[in-house]
């Protein structure tokens, strides 16, 4: 039964409860801490939260008065205020003795002016929410782009300078010629409007100029994200060997300190991080440096489960068993595969286009040692229920060249660009290996082993390959599907991929 208050406790909880009289409500206006605080009493206290709440203000453990008006006080009193604050999350948030707790302050975090790179370091903490400039809606500006401080200030500094801006020069510039040939390659329906046609055909230059933009390129992110995985975020970010990790990782803890002061108190250089992958890399130069990469095609699949629809269909029967794991193996292991087929078929063809497969499909792992353009990278990364781990950006798997480009007759003065950045690349990387990625285009390729359960493929494969899609990471999505069919034809077929090929189709 939900708690009585008298009309004063109903006065004081209101602002901060949607309700104070049924037991499911929602929190606002409070500190994003406090919020952590009154979720952690619940382990702790026979209270319900709103008690405890009202005990919080009337004890003065905090002064949600006196934080609220924070801007209106002055510095001794912002300390006393701020001091009174940490003490209390202290005692209360990181004292409570697990890292858990953290997950109930949120931040959103406005990311601006990162390069490229940048973003898809950030990007890699898969427990956060984000959104990205998009580069087929927004035309990026040829000046903006990130001065790699290492790079500035070694005899590298011009070259670098006039290589990036020079891709970027030629990324705007190419687009009115880019949008002239999608006009007259695809005229306007007589049913869309003369300014949808317009977006349309931009779209359209955008995305097949996106090749060009070099990885140095600022953009802007928004991300939301909890405080522990934030923690881990910033730990990653200021342990990283790139300068320009370490500066964001530096301002977002600055400015997220505003919001949770006390809970990113971990968040520092991490040597365990640092020193790891200093000492991974030295071993994996010591051991592979002299090899060269076999020719593999650009999507292979490496290690799939052999006894899929076996697993597959054990999985879906287990919840529904009283029995041991084994015993429901043996189970299925002696019907028909006709019957197998039968469970399979009864757990997934109720699936509307906008449902999501149902939770055994977890069960089977598929990893991918994948070969794709950096612009396509950007987009596959932000997948967050995988397991991705991904090469250098380096010139050593070459770049993809769009169609497109080449019937646009474009070819020339795009191969120019990638020559241009590829000596550029080479000349840097050979005292500032890390930092040369910076100067290479989206169009240059990059090697990364997926692993992805089966329920995730089946959401990759139907968001990545459809129409909509860019036809870099569509590709990808068909020869991902592909290789499924290949191995397990009989799941794959479940797998809503569209293999259609849009290049000349309508806008
Ligand atoms: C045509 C197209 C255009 C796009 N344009 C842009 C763009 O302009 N800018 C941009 O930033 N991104 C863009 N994206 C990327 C898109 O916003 C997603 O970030 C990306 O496709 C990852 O897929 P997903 O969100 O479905 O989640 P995945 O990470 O693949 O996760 C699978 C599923 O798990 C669930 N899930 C995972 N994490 C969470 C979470 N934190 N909270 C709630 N549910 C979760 C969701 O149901 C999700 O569908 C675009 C994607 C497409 C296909």
Same mark, same amino acid.
């Given at each position: 039964m939900s708690d009585a208050f008298t009309r004063e406790e109903v006065a004081v909880l209101t602002p901060y409860v949607t309700s104070v009289d049924q037991p499911i409500y929602a929190l606002k206006n409070l500190p994003e801490e406090v919020v952590a605080v009154l979720f952690a009493y619940y382990s702790r206290s026979r209270e319900s939260l709103r008690r405890n709440l009202l005990k919080l203000i009337r004890d003065q453990d905090i002064d949600l008065e006196t934080r609220f008006k924070a801007s209106a006080l002055d510095e001794a009193e912002l300390a006393d205020a701020r001091e009174k604050a940490r003490q209390f999350h202290e005692k209360w948030v990181v004292g409570y003795g697990h890292a858990s707790v953290a997950e109930h302050a949120v931040v959103h975090l406005a990311v601006e002016d990162v390069s490229i790179i940048a973003t898809k370091i950030i990007e890699d903490t898969r427990l956060a929410s984000y959104t990205e400039k998009s580069t087929r809606y927004v035309l990026f500006d040829s000046e903006k782009f990130f001065r790699v401080p290492r790079l500035m200030q070694s005899p590298y500094a011009a070259l670098y300078e006039d290589t990036v801006r020079s891709l970027l020069n030629t990324y705007v510039t190419l687009v009115p010629r880019a949008v002239a040939c999608v006009k007259a390659r695809v005229p306007r329906r007589p049913t869309q409007s003369e300014r949808a046609y317009e977006t349309a055909c931009r779209a359209k230059a955008y995305d097949l100029l996106r090749y060009l933009l070099p990885a140095s390129t600022l953009t802007n992110l928004g991300l939301t994200i909890n405080a522990r995985a934030l923690e881990h975020l910033l730990t990653k970010l200021l342990s990283h060997p790139l300068e320009e990790a370490r500066a964001i990782g530096t301002a977002m803890k600055l400015e997220a300190e505003k919001v949770v002061p006390t809970l990113l108190k971990y968040a520092d250089y991490n040597p365990y991080l640092a020193e790891t992958t200093q000492a991974m890399q030295a071993l994996g130069h010591e051991l592979f440096a002299e090899e060269t990469p076999l020719e593999t095609p650009s999507v292979s699949l490496v290690r799939f489960p052999v006894d899929a629809e076996e697993q597959l269909a054990a999985a879906i029967l287990y919840g529904h068993t009283t029995v041991s794991w084994l015993q429901v193996v043996e189970r299925v292991n002696k019907l028909a595969p006709v019957q197998r087929q039968h469970i399979i078929d009864e757990y997934l063809r109720r699936r509307g286009p906008h449902d999501q497969p149902l939770r055994a499909l977890e069960h089977l792992y598929y990893t991918f040692d994948i070969v794709l353009d950096y612009g396509a990278f950007r987009d596959i990364q932000r997948h967050r229920m995988a397991t991705q781990t991904r090469q250098e950006l380096s010139t050593r798997y070459g770049y993809s060249v769009p169609e497109d480009i080449l019937a646009y007759g474009m070819g020339d003065v795009f191969h120019a660009c990638m020559g241009r950045a590829a000596e550029a690349y080479n000349r840097i990387a050979e005292t500032f290996p890390l930092e040369a990625?910076?100067? *290479?285009? *989206?169009?240059y390729r990059i090697r990364v082993l997926f692993t992805w359960n089966l329920r995730e493929l089946f959401h990759f494969i139907q968001l990545r390959s459809a129409?909509?899609?860019h036809v870099s990471y569509r590709r990808i999505a068909q020869e991902v599907y592909h290789e499924i069919e290949r191995v397990h034809p009989t799941l794959a077929r479940y797998i809503g991929v569209d293999l259609e090929d849009y290049q000349l189709g309508r806008l």
């Open positions: 990625s910076y100067v *290479l285009p *989206l169009a129409k909509q899609g």
